[in-house]
């Protein structure tokens, strides 16, 4: 939509993504994503940790069971969606608002990771289900007539990559 905040965060994962089905039937994974900015000092010639943010994400449907498959607390991500204010009340009358990451797309930062991907066939989303259905994507990295595409062999060429932040 419209003037709608889209950010991108990448970070840890604090936690395995918790998977909950609706009342209405749709499935959803809720996680929290810590990011440190790290900066660096030029007169200590350090770097520096600044304060982490700690946001919670939703990732709704399909991609809510793949994000649940796939990731794992400590996983590096990168996550891409609209901010939503929630306004709810606690068990002891008091009312309470947060601010979380609704996901439009979620995966792994292959910074410091390699991954394997594995593509599941589409499966359309019932008509009513939130947002509803979406017509699979041309995908760019499947061959015309199918099948699969070869990966080509590591050649070496390349130098590491050395990085200065941790894990």
């Known amino acids: 939509m419209v003037g709608e905040t889209v950010i991108t965060v990448v970070g840890n994962l604090t936690d395995d993504p918790e998977l909950r089905l609706t009342p209405?039937?749709?499935?959803?994974?809720?996680?929290t994503v810590a990011s440190t900015p790290r900066t660096f000092d030029r007169q200590s010639n350090e770097w520096r940790d600044a304060e982490t943010l700690f946001l919670r994400c939703s990732v709704w449907r399909q991609e809510a069971e793949?994000?649940?498959?796939?990731?794992?607390?400590?996983?590096?991500?990168?996550?891409?969606?609209?901010?939503?204010?929630?306004?709810?009340?606690?068990?002891?009358?008091?009312?309470?608002?947060?601010?979380?990451?609704?996901?439009?797309?979620?995966?792994?930062?292959?910074?410091?990771?390699?991954?394997?991907?594995t593509k599941t066939p589409y499966t359309a989303v019932p008509a009513g289900s939130r947002g509803g259905p979406r017509p699979p994507a041309e995908d760019p990295f499947t061959p015309p007539g199918g099948g699969e595409r070869p990966v080509p062999a590591e050649s070496g060429q390349h130098a590491p990559h050395e990085e200065t932040e941790p894990f």
Request: aromatic residues 4%.
């Open 66 to 117: 793949h994000a649940a498959k796939s990731l794992t607390r400590g996983t590096r991500v990168i996550v891409q969606g609209r901010l939503r204010q929630r306004t709810y009340e606690t068990r002891e009358g008091e009312r309470r608002t947060v601010i979380e990451l609704e996901a439009d797309e979620i995966g792994p930062s292959l910074r410091f990771a390699a991954v394997t991907i």
């Open 24 to 31: 209405s039937g749709d499935t959803v994974a809720h996680l």
